[in-house]
């Protein structure tokens, strides 16, 4: 079985600061995704970033960034110039890949709520 | 495109109670899925489908019913509420195209308490 764990609960950074939030999971499986969620106080869950496994370059997405360390099974989200916006409750999820299946399930790590402070 | 949608938004059933949260999504995705969500617990699978006609339990299934007659549709059953129900639920819904699985789409939650 997958298990996903974000060891920080919490987390507090200034506007225009970089956080790392961090990420790490347990699988024996070689073919996975790896996922970064968002959900603000709509509780709305909005995926931030993707990362497929086989890939080893890092996934990018404006001022979010991944470490994907796949040897080591960590996977951290790195916020460049924070905004406000960003305050949120964010969520690593890991999904496993099965061929000819239109999707699996999402395990997910238990959240790290970050708070961005002006 | 509504994307996944989830009705009612809030609801508050006393102990024993049943009821239907609805789901649908307008995407024509294949794989549908509900989750709930506690504090401090992330979100946790419930049931999931595959396609029209095929359901499978996922990490905490106790107390729920599914079933898929449609590609758009996916409804979620509590048969008789308990406490340990009150929870926030999610649909998602996601699609494949030859090797690549896509993200799931996720519903705007319904909040459910059980009293």
């Known amino acids: 079985a997958q298990t996903v764990t974000q060891s920080q609960p919490e987390m507090s950074v200034q506007e225009a600061e970089t956080v790392t939030l961090s990420c790490t999971y347990d699988?024996?499986?070689?073919?996975?995704?790896l996922f970064w969620y968002k959900q603000p106080p709509s509780r709305q869950m909005i995926l931030v970033i993707r990362?497929?496994?086989?890939?080893?370059q890092n996934a990018t997405e404006n001022r979010f960034s991944v470490n994907f360390q796949k040897a080591a099974k960590s996977f951290s989200l790195k916020i460049s110039d924070s905004q406000l916006g960003d305050t949120a409750m964010y969520f690593c999820a890991f999904m496993k890949h099965e061929m000819d299946q239109a999707g699996t399930a999402l395990i997910f790590g238990k959240g790290t709520t970050l708070s961005v402070s002006s | 495109n509504a994307g996944v949608t989830q009705t009612p938004k809030f609801q508050v059933l006393k102990t024993g109670q049943s009821m239907t949260l609805q789901c649908a999504q307008d995407?024509?995705?294949?794989?549908m899925s509900w989750y709930r969500q506690d504090p401090g617990m992330g979100l946790r699978l419930i049931h999931y489908s595959v396609g029209a006609g095929i359901t499978d339990q996922g990490e905490v299934p106790n107390g729920y019913n599914v079933s898929r007659s449609t590609t758009e549709d996916f409804p979620l059953r509590l048969l008789s509420a308990a406490p340990s129900q009150t929870s926030v639920y999610f649909c998602?819904?996601?699609?494949?195209?030859?090797?690549?699985?896509?993200?799931?789409?996720f519903g705007p939650g319904t909040r459910l308490t059980v009293t």
């Open positions: 699988t024996s499986e070689n073919n996975y995704y």
């Open positions: 990362q497929e496994a086989y890939k080893q």
């Open positions: 995407m024509n995705h294949e794989y």
């Open positions: 998602a819904s996601s699609y494949s195209s030859g090797r690549a699985v896509y993200e799931q789409y």
